[in-house]
């Protein structure tokens, strides 16, 4: 059974890498952007014709979401177009999607529907499990549009792909959110975090092992066709970006004065979603997977920092 993952020097593609050991009956082939161009119909071509993968796990994506505002043809060339080539490779050889989206989709969701969200309690009116693969994504920055606009690519290409949506992705591998506090907590004393934002850390381990549980799935029995489509993924729970700070500190007994800040106070070029919490019914129930609250998962990816 191939297993193609593009995207392998990314945060996902490492996490997936780190686990392949776990899956000796799956046939990895990790490709990087060098190896693997995406937004290249020739290379896709080549790549999916010699290596003929079962599945395809298309970790590949421009994800600079401050500077994707000034460099609106990139994002899209990779995000919109990138998934359009996979998707017709995936056609092309049969090949079982997996396609990696974002809770951008939905950064303009709350803003715009503000009788559904109560900024006090930081929930939705509607749930207190948060957006579903049936509220309508609403975007508000060019990054967020170019994912979407790459998720509709795949529907419109392919109809043997999943969709999953996820949100905050952090880990011991890359740059991100995590690393960046214990690098600045090493040289501030003193550190501002927005706490008005509301959304689920993801830990990348944790998002590749959703992944590879999905396709071991779908490998052990035969797959309804009412199976593909739109699914959301992260850790249990939620929290502004200062509680996830916080946690971080916590948990590595650093001593810093972090104080919370609101969106105000700290303008960026791309606007980030008031409340992304994701709501992962659809996933537990239909692959039956445990999904750890993201304190915990936050614990196992610090040990390993």
């Known amino acids: 059974m191939v297993v193609l993952v593009t995207g392998s020097n990314g ?7 780190a686990l392949s050991e776990r899956y000796p009956f799956f046939q990895f082939v990790f490709c990087n952007s060098k190896e693997l161009d995406i937004t290249n119909k020739v290379n896709c071509k080549a790549v999916f014709e010699k290596y003929t993968p079962d599945f395809c796990i298309n970790a590949a994506a421009y994800t600079a979401v401050d500077k994707a505002e000034s460099e609106p043809e990139k994002a899209f060339e990779i995000n919109a177009n990138g998934a359009e080539n996979i998707a017709e490779s995936c056609k092309r050889h049969n090949t079982i999607l997996l396609h990696i989206s974002t809770d951008f989709v939905f950064d303009a969701y709350y803003s715009n529907n503000i009788a ?23 975007p508000a920055g ?28 952090y880990s011991e591998f890359g740059t991100n959110f995590l690393k960046t506090m214990l690098r600045l907590a090493s040289e501030r004393d003193t550190l501002s ?7 689920t ?13 999905m396709i071991l799935f779908c490998t052990s029995r035969n797959i ?24 971080i500190f916590k948990e590595k007994d650093i001593t810093i004065n972090l104080q919370p800040i609101p969106t105000t106070s700290y303008p960026t070029p791309a606007k980030r979603p008031q409340y992304s919490v994701l709501d ?26």
Do not use: M
């Open 11 to 17: 945060q996902l593609g490492q996490a997936l890498q």
């Open 116 to 138: 559904y969200y109560d900024k006090e309690l930081r929930l939705p009116l509607k749930s207190n499990l948060g957006l579903t693969e049936t509220d309508v994504p609403f």
């Open 142 to 169: 060019i990054y967020g549009l170019t994912k979407l606009q790459g998720e509709q690519a795949v529907q419109h290409t392919w109809e043997k792909h999943f969709i999953l949506r996820t949100s905050w992705v």
């Open 193 to 199: 975090v927005v706490d008005d934002q509301i959304g």
């Open 201 to 213: 850390p993801t830990y990348a381990i944790d998002l590749a092992e959703a992944l590879l549980q």
């Open 224 to 247: 309804l066709d009412d199976l593909f489509g739109t699914y959301h993924f992260s850790n249990e729970g939620n929290c502004s970006w200062y509680d996830f700070a916080h946690e």
């Open 280 to 305: 992962k019914t659809k996933i537990k129930k239909v692959f039956d997977l445990n999904i750890q609250n993201w304190k915990i998962s936050l614990q196992d990816c610090l040990q390993k920092v």
